[in-house]
């Protein structure tokens, strides 16, 4: 009977790494028809690390130590890898005060009595920092994959740091899977075009939608919902409404409590390719139902 069916099937799930949530979460997987990805932390690693650094008149110490000093209190992963950059450069942070992160931007605070920006190179430029001087070079690192992140203090811009995150080991292979049984892919990130362009190129994504603040992913999905039945995959807060969006929302288990509790499905193992397990398992099931 189904009932018995959908149980065998979860409990070859588990055993592959894959908790379905509930037994209709199993029956809607078998139907979606594109599987929409975050990228950080989800198609890559999720583990930043600064490679290079760009200081304004060759200030690099001076430019890594204040973005530190703010990031410090950040929870985000691109402020953990500039805060481990200055550390391993035996930096000393200038105090800070009256810090604040802004969702999908970046992260101010003030130092010395005047507020220091870092974030995007949108969110500068909204301040009103000029960044002509670095576009070269921030156009240079996009282009690589790498996210720039820009530092302003007051009105007078620091410099930048270039970070790049790899792709998880087998994210090609998923992607090309998904592919392979006719299952479309797509890639939502609020991180900037270029740069998501890159990794979804190299990811082998069809569709990449960059530059989506927080607040317009769930957003962005109901338009998706229109003509495709969706799964979606995330790890952060920042996915949770969009994975409550979604026909399936998919959490990876490394991932945020708040995205693991709006998601149907949790992957346990780690491995971004069980997605296509879940997919699998949910497909083999229902075949032996009928
Ligand atoms: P994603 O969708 O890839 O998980 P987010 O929405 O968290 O990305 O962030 C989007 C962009 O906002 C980042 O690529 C970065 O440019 C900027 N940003 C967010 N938080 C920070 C931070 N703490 N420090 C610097 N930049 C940040
Ligand atoms: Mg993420």
Not at 22 to 37: C, H, N, S, W, Y
Not at 116 to 143: C, K, M, T, Y
Request: net charge negative; hydrophobic share 45%.
């Amino acid at each position: 009977s189904a009932p018995l069916s959908i149980v065998r099937g979860a409990g070859e799930a588990a055993d592959k790494g894959v908790l379905m949530r509930t037994g209709e979460a199993f029956q809607a997987l078998r139907k979606i028809d594109t599987v929409v990805f975050d990228k950080t932390g989800t198609l890559t690693e999720g583990r930043p690390a600064v490679r290079s650094i760009h200081g304004i008149n060759g200030n690099d110490d001076t430019l890594l130590a204040f973005a530190a000093a703010v990031e410090a209190a950040s929870e985000h992963p691109l402020g953990r890898a500039v805060v481990e950059a200055a550390l391993e450069r035996g930096l000393d942070f200038p105090d800070v005060e009256d810090f604040h992160a802004e969702s999908g931007r970046g992260v101010t605070a003030w130092v010395d009595g005047e507020s220091v920006r870092v974030g995007s190179p949108a969110f500068l430029s909204s301040a009103g920092i000029a960044l002509d001087v670095l576009q070269e070079r921030i156009d240079a690192a996009e282009q690589q994959g790498h996210t720039v992140v820009v530092v302003a203090r007051g009105d007078r811009l620091l410099g930048a740091i270039a970070l790049g995150d790899a792709l998880r080991a087998d994210t090609v292979d998923t992607i090309a899977r998904l592919h392979g049984v006719g299952i479309r892919t797509a890639m939502l990130t609020g991180d900037n075009e270029r740069t998501a362009r890159h990794i979804g190129q190299r990811a082998g994504i069809d569709d990449v939608y960059a530059g989506v603040l927080p607040d317009q992913k769930a957003e962005r999905l109901r338009a998706m919902q229109r003509n495709a039945r969706l799964a979606m995959v995330g790890d952060g807060i920042n996915d949770a409404p969009a994975l409550m969006q979604a026909d399936i929302g998919i959490a990876m288990g490394s991932g945020t409590d708040i995205a693991i509790d709006a998601a149907d499905i949790i992957i346990l193992n780690g491995q971004l390719g069980a997605v296509i397990t879940a997919w699998e398992i949910s497909r083999w099931g229902y075949r032996k139902m009928l």
